[in-house]
């Protein structure tokens, strides 16, 4: 079991930054796979950016790609979204997800993850 939580939502102009924050719970972090998501109200969760165990693997959905980076420290059982050149379509909310499981190449499909944090709210204003 691992309980995520995340951190560092708000308010911010279009071509601003805010890094997201989840702590995670536990004492096998280094074993997850760590995901990000959002949702906007009527649409389905949208995959963000993944990175796998070690950290040297990642992948954007091509939505972010250049303008947001994932990254994990499992030292401190948290995994980070920095989020650069912000803009209004990036508005959502956003949801940290785990998956101790096979990911393999599924690693954008929410149906790999199994543990899910409560969402932080990002929105930007143009």
């Known amino acids: 079991q691992v309980q995520l939580v995340e951190s560092g939502g708000g308010l911010v102009q279009a071509g601003g930054s805010l890094r997201l924050s989840c702590a995670a719970s536990?004492?096998?972090?280094?074993?997850?796979?760590m995901g990000w998501f959002r949702q906007t109200p009527g649409k389905e969760r949208e995959f963000v950016a993944a990175?796998?165990?070690?950290?040297?693997?990642?992948r954007y959905a091509d939505s972010v790609k250049g303008r947001f980076t994932i990254s994990r420290d499992n030292a401190k059982n948290t995994v980070y979204l920095q989020m650069n050149s912000l803009r209004p379509e990036d508005t959502a909310v956003y949801y940290c997800a785990a998956s101790n499981g096979p990911v393999l190449a599924a690693i954008d499909s929410s149906n790999v993850y199994n543990y899910w944090g409560q969402g932080t709210q990002v929105t930007v204003s143009s």
């Open positions: 990175v796998r165990l070690s950290g040297r693997s990642t």
């Open positions: 536990g004492r096998t972090f280094s074993s997850y796979t």
